[in-house]
């Protein structure tokens, strides 16, 4: 029994199919901005009710993306709801596996569980996870968030995304925006900050009460999971080993990375096992890494290891939903228990979770200068497929950010002020302006 208890303690089912919670954050004062009622003159090569927007409308290669200016402008549909106004994206290596159609069968069961007896599209989809923006919009139930606030948040993949001009998400899954940075280092950071926090607190059961003498190994440690990871587990007082090229080990290194060690000068395998035995194994490389990485950890001493490559998706869309999700279950409670009985070693699938008051704290860390953005490279809105481009040459040393305003004076590439659009296509009870907290 107690097998099956662990397999039911994976996240794997809560992310895909639990609906979130509310969060408990604290009541913040904004200026109410965005609400005023004033008059508009909107762009009028536009259709009213809709926005500019990156759709997919088949799952394929670059090709597949298309630019329009149809897309329905989402609006309030709950009383937690909250509508943020895009001004800065970021590309993860799961929108290209998405725009290929990776996870489509579970994805598009999430997004509408009545799917599985109908055969209605998932198109036109909207790509892009991470947001940094300002609220236009709260739900009646919304008590953390005002029109004006600046926010972060990460979309989850079972949501229409964030190449757009506004996207509509739960309170539970926003965050307000650190104040030291600007909207496009923000972007950079909340999908492999939810991530790595689901994978390292929630799987790896890691937390900055108890780092200050765990030994971790990151794999692929100059990506965009990489790069934040080495932050977050510096901040909490760990010490820290990745695995990367060469030509990464600079920015590694002044990320925090305690010992370096270069996958291109040899075996990596047998240059791990000259160091220390690990307290956690974070792997975002997947492959053949689990073979000899499941190896480095302490023996019989509750070490475990965490990958982020988990069949799971694969499964469903190749063998169907329910076979799919049946193997993959087989698959994780064999290693579970391969490993934990021969090794004494937990084996853990790491996977996203929607969490704004992980991002809360991440917030914090930020604007204390112990988590950095890391942007590799930068993209107008125009320019998204290049964006795409860039994102499957891999090698990445930090995030691609896609610039979906202007900062400076809230402008989309189109021309319309922030609210332009918004408040012409919203009917007027719809918009609201939020009481302040007393």
């Not at 996240?11 to 913040?28: C, Q, V």
């Not at 900055?208 to 587990?233: A, M, Y």
């Not at 996977?351 to 988590?371: H, N, Q, R, T």
């Not at 890391?374 to 107008?380: D, K, L, S």
């Amino acid at each position: 029994m107690g097998s099956f208890r662990a397999i039911a303690s994976t996240s794997a089912a809560y992310f895909f199919l639990a609906k979130a919670k509310g969060s408990t954050k604290t009541l913040a004062d904004a200026a109410c901005t965005v609400c005023c009622r004033r008059t508009f003159c909107s762009s009028p090569s536009r259709p009213q009710n809709c926005m500019p927007a990156w759709v997919i409308d088949q799952y394929g290669t670059n090709g597949v993306l298309r630019f329009t200016d149809e897309v329905s402008i989402p609006i309030v549909n709950s009383p937690s709801d909250v509508v943020i106004k895009v001004h800065a994206t970021s590309l993860n290596p799961l929108d290209i596996s998405m725009r290929g159609g990776y996870g489509a069968k579970l994805l598009k069961l999430r997004r509408d569980p009545l799917s599985v007896m109908q055969s209605d599209s998932e198109f036109p989809l909207i790509l892009g996870r991470d947001v940094s923006g300002v609220v236009v919009d709260c739900g009646s139930a919304v008590t953390h968030f005002y029109p004006g606030d600046e926010v972060w948040a990460a979309v989850p993949p079972w949501k229409q995304g964030s190449l757009a001009e506004f996207v509509a998400l739960t309170e539970y899954e926003v965050s307000h925006k650190p104040k030291l940075v600007s909207h496009t280092e923000a972007a950079s950071i909340p999908y492999v900050a939810a991530t790595t926090w689901s994978a390292l607190v929630n799987a790896g059961g890691l937390c900055r009460d108890n780092c200050s003498e765990k030994r971790v190994l990151i794999t692929g440690g100059s990506g965009g999971v990489g790069t934040f990871s080495i932050q977050l587990l510096k901040a909490w007082g760990a010490h820290v080993t990745v695995t990367c090229s060469q030509n990464a080990e600079g920015l590694v290194r002044g990320l925090g990375a305690d010992e370096v060690v270069d996958y291109t000068a040899g075996d990596v395998a047998e240059q791990l096992e000259q160091l220390e035995k690990f307290d956690v194994i974070l792997d975002s490389v997947g492959g053949d890494t689990e073979q000899w990485a499941l190896g480095l950890l302490k023996p019989w001493s509750g070490a475990k290891y965490v990958t982020l490559v988990t069949p799971l998706l694969l499964n469903t869309d190749s063998m169907g939903l329910l076979d799919g999700a049946l193997r993959s279950g087989f698959t994780l409670h064999n290693k579970l228990i391969q490993n934990i009985t021969s090794k004494g070693v937990f084996y853990r699938w790491g996977f996203y979770a929607p969490d704004g008051p992980a991002l809360d704290e991440i917030s914090k860390l930020v604007d204390a200068g112990k988590i950095l953005p890391v942007v590799e490279a930068q993209f107008p809105f125009t320019q998204v497929p290049q964006a795409f481009q860039k994102m499957e040459q891999g090698h990445a040393r930090g995030k691609t950010v896609v610039l979906v305003a202007d900062e400076e004076n809230g402008f989309t590439p189109t021309g319309d002020p922030v609210s332009d659009t918004y408040m012409e296509a919203t009917e007027p009870e719809q918009v609201r302006e939020a009481p302040k907290p007393s």
